[in-house]
């Protein structure tokens, strides 16, 4: 079997377990209702990630997400309480803010050729900052069209609901498997992950690529801030602090090698879904503490890592016997 | 004095850039040098700046040898929760204060190792080892604290957060021994020099007989001894541990700390005085911006911009830019920078 679709079936195979055991349990998990919550409740993580997947599988990290969806609901929320104007135009603002903001710290990264991790720092200051100076408290929103929107389902078979958020997610996946692995941009991310030089003799654009995918990344963190806004019906600064984390377990645990130049969308998909199923275990579980979700994630981050490394490592022996 | 020259010249840029904050809160706030004693304790707010700048500075001691080492420790925040967790159980479970300072520092220590064996013996990126502890570690710290926030009354332990030694606030004397000591370790002896080597070639320095590996573990228990120190102060100063707050992005500070003291991201060559001066910037900012009645909204603001401008005087590119534009190659000019923005 290919090594490189390793890492994708362990995390498949430790999904189908985690499910199986959470079943044994508790039989109801399998229904559709919790099903659908499942996705509903990680839409906006999940929707981040898809961003994250491309800028890890180009060897880069983009540490300002968490903030980018913080401002984009307090955006969202000051500009409906200000003006008459509708939601949707609004949507289209901020998705241009927020991938002009993504396109320049991307152009920051090539042009000034300093590590990714230093300048979306700035960018999650940044972020954070504008968000605080919009509104500290939190924003309500009200408004007709949003109700519309949070009422809006597919009956799956089984009474479980596909919320228009959770649908909008899988929708953000399958657009990104297809810019992964059919475009020349994907080609483009992959090669510049496996090596940024050779990937220029080659002859891909350094520059434009890099400027891409962080813009790809904000627009992504943008479209995340309107599904969380929708999820919370408000604007907050201080909400989804340390999302992008959660975004870089996620994509790591989906298999995707933070060294870059491999790893798959799809991934991170199962990667979302297994933080959320221990979300939903401790909740079903109703007396194991909040924090195990953290020291699980944290472990299997880990597990993830060692299991990477030793492909790395193996792999290369591989090479390097067979000459 | 001629030994001190090169020395001067290397910290003169974070020197200006505190003087110049300093010189623009005190034209604001024109009561800023006023420092009085009240109670036995020094007051004021220069005294306030080195205080509050404590943790940070502590942080920035660690962070500076983990980043000269081209490596970088993201779970120091972390690591401060779970030792000012361990502080705080310690104390309510009635150990004797000495016990309780061990066990924290043991945890800082734990830590740092369990960072360095990631880095060192698996050979896993700096950024992805630390992430893992910076993820499970508040986890951790809400596990010594069972989710609430322990608060206790020892006067002893308190000492370490509030309380002041010779009119000088303990954290302050705590941040500058630390930083003493460092400095002696790592200037007056090799190991200094080593760290240097590994940040510029790991494999190199491999080679020539340096034990990376050891001095990798080394250097990242540092980290984590400092963050266990800067952890008791943050649990001290508000006689509690709180597992989700304490220390919370301050490994965004320190980093921020080591980068405004000039040590490179990309490893090598480093100074622990530049990175002090660096936090006492930070700090410098959050007060002014608190003292002359900015809204502290604008503090995340400025500290993104302050980030842009050093990343900008840093860059190669804008390094070789300034080498083309400059006559004299050697001198790449300080002033020219500046105006020569393509």
């Given at each position: ?185 994907g080609m483009n991310v992959y090669a510049v992950g496996g090596g940024a ?127 | ?74 779970s120091v925040g972390a690591v401060m929760a779970i030792c000012g967790a ?257």
């Open positions: 079997m290919n090594a490189r679709l390793l890492p994708l079936v362990a995390t498949l195979v430790i999904f189908l377990v985690a499910y199986a055991i959470c079943y044994a349990q508790y039989p109801v998990m399998l229904s559709t209702r919790v099903i659908g919550n499942l996705l509903t409740d990680n839409a906006f993580l999940g929707i981040v990630a898809v961003g994250m997947t491309f800028v890890i599988i180009s060897g880069g990290i983009d540490l300002s997400v968490g903030s980018v969806i913080a401002f984009s609901g307090v955006f969202i929320a000051v500009m409906l309480r200000d003006t008459a104007l509708h939601p949707m135009a609004v949507f289209a603002m901020l998705l241009v803010l927020t991938t002009l903001f993504g396109a320049a710290m991307g152009a920051t990264i090539h042009l000034l050729e300093m590590p990714p991790f230093i300048v979306t720092l700035a960018g999650m200051f940044l972020a954070r900052g504008m968000a605080y100076v919009l509104s500290i408290d939190a924003v309500p929103i009200t408004h007709d069209f949003y109700d519309q929107m949070q009422s809006m389902y597919w009956l799956m078979p089984g009474k479980g609901r596909l919320t228009l958020i959770g649908g909008l997610m899988l929708v953000v996946f399958i657009v990104g498997i297809g810019l992964a692995h059919r475009t020349r941009f030089n050779t990937a220029a003799l080659m002859g891909v654009p350094l520059g434009r690529t890099t400027t891409a995918i962080y813009a790809f990344s904000g627009l992504l963190a943008g479209i995340a801030g309107i599904v969380f806004s929708i999820y919370t019906s408000a604007g907050y600064s201080l909400a989804t602090v340390g999302v992008e984390l959660d975004a870089i377990a996620a994509v790591v645990i989906g298999g995707t090698l933070l060294t870059g130049g491999s790893g798959f969308v799809a991934g991170t998909l199962i990667g979302v879904l297994i933080m959320g199923l221990i979300q939903t275990y401790i909740i079903f579980d109703g007396t194991l503490s909040s924090w195990w979700t953290k020291i699980l994630i944290g472990m299997l981050l880990f597990a993830f890592i060692v299991l990477q490394k030793g492909l790395v490592w193996t792999t290369g022996k591989k090479r390097a016997a067979g000459g | 004095m001629t030994v001190m020259l090169p020395f001067l010249r290397r910290i003169m840029p974070q020197l200006i850039t505190l003087a110049v904050i300093v010189g623009l809160i005190s034209f604001m706030f024109p009561g800023f040098f006023t420092i009085s004693i009240a109670n036995g304790r020094l007051y004021g707010i220069p005294i306030d700046i080195l205080n509050r700048g404590a943790p940070v500075a502590l942080l920035a001691i660690g962070m500076t040898l983990v980043i000269a080492t081209r490596g970088i420790d993201l361990t502080a705080a159980w310690g104390i309510t479970e009635g150990y004797s204060l000495a016990a309780t300072l061990a066990m924290a520092l043991s945890a800082g220590l734990v830590c740092g190792l369990w960072n360095g064996f990631l880095v060192a013996v698996l050979g896993i990126q700096p950024i992805v080892a630390t992430l893992i502890l910076m993820v499970a570690g508040r986890g951790v710290a809400q596990l010594i604290t069972e989710g609430a926030i322990l608060t206790f009354n020892h006067e002893g332990l308190i000492f370490f957060g509030s309380g002041s030694l010779f009119t000088v606030p303990t954290p302050v004397i705590i941040g500058v021994a630390a930083g003493a000591l460092a400095t002696l370790v790592v200037r007056r002896t090799a190991l200094g020099m080593l760290i240097e080597a590994i940040g510029i070639n790991l494999r190199a320095s491999t080679l020539s007989g340096v034990n990376t590996r050891v001095l990798l573990i080394a250097v990242y228990m540092t980290s984590g001894l400092c963050a266990a120190l800067a952890g008791i102060i943050a649990a001290a100063d508000i006689r509690g541990a709180d597992a989700n707050n304490a220390g919370l992005w301050l490994e965004l500070d320190a980093i921020l700390a080591v980068v405004i003291g000039g040590t490179s991201l990309l490893g090598g060559r480093f100074s622990l005085i530049a990175s002090l001066i660096g936090a006492l910037i930070i700090q410098a900012v959050n007060t002014g911006i608190l003292l002359s009645g900015f809204p502290p909204e604008f503090n995340l603001i400025i500290k993104a911009v302050i980030i842009l401008i050093i990343l900008i005087l840093q860059s190669p590119t804008m390094r070789s830019v300034v080498i083309f534009f400059s006559r004299d190659p050697a001198g790449a000019g300080e002033v020219e920078k500046e105006t020569v923005v393509p």
